[in-house]
């Protein structure tokens, strides 16, 4: 037997009422499972909201992106997408970090885009290592136009490899900050 009477509650189908109380749940249980406090929680309610209002403005994205002309560029679409969905999930990460919800408010207050010359350095260096990789693509889809990798040496590929992984990894190191999940 259905909980909702009716096709509709609110003017909002059954259907969609089960999928944001099943996502807003599960996602709530999810942050609490990351951490017993009442900050993991809001973290993952934010991440089910999100889903959510996805979910619920489907159409109304589709019909803005047709109207202003993304749905002809996909790739510009793609990297609209990728950011704003980027931004979302670093702005949930406060709440993550936070010890209360007093502490995450003070650091949202705060927050400011201004690099520190050290973060100017690393930003530099991160965008550095995505140009590496995407040129690695770009490589690897042009692989027919680019026949004199094929005659480059095994050994040569693999020092190459080798040394990019080493460089990467040198200077990616920074013990002032462990991985997260180490401290669990």
Not at 109 to 137: H, I, M, T, W
Request: proline content about 4%; overall charge positive.
């Amino acid at each position: 037997a259905r909980r909702i009477p009716g096709d509709r509650l609110w003017g909002i189908r059954a259907d969609a009422w089960a999928y944001s109380v099943g996502v807003l749940v599960t996602f709530t249980l999810a942050g609490l499972w990351h951490g017993a406090a009442w900050t993991f929680a809001a973290w993952g309610a934010v991440h089910g909201a999100c889903l959510v209002v996805s979910h619920a403005t489907t159409r109304l994205r589709r019909r803005g992106a047709r109207v202003s002309g993304l749905r002809s560029r996909p790739r510009l679409h793609a990297a609209v997408q990728v950011g704003a969905t980027f931004m979302l999930v670093s702005a949930a990460w406060v709440l993550f970090r936070a010890a209360s919800f007093e502490n995450a408010w003070t650091y949202a207050r705060y927050l400011q885009f201004k690099l520190p010359p050290q973060g100017c350095a690393n930003l530099l260096f991160d965008l550095a290592l995505v140009a590496v990789f995407l040129s690695l693509e770009w490589v690897q889809r042009n692989r027919p136009r680019l026949a004199v990798l094929d005659l480059m040496p095994i050994e040569v590929k693999a020092i190459g490899y080798a040394l990019f992984v080493a460089v990467t990894l040198a200077l990616s190191v920074d013990a002032a900050n462990p991985f997260i999940y180490f401290r669990f």
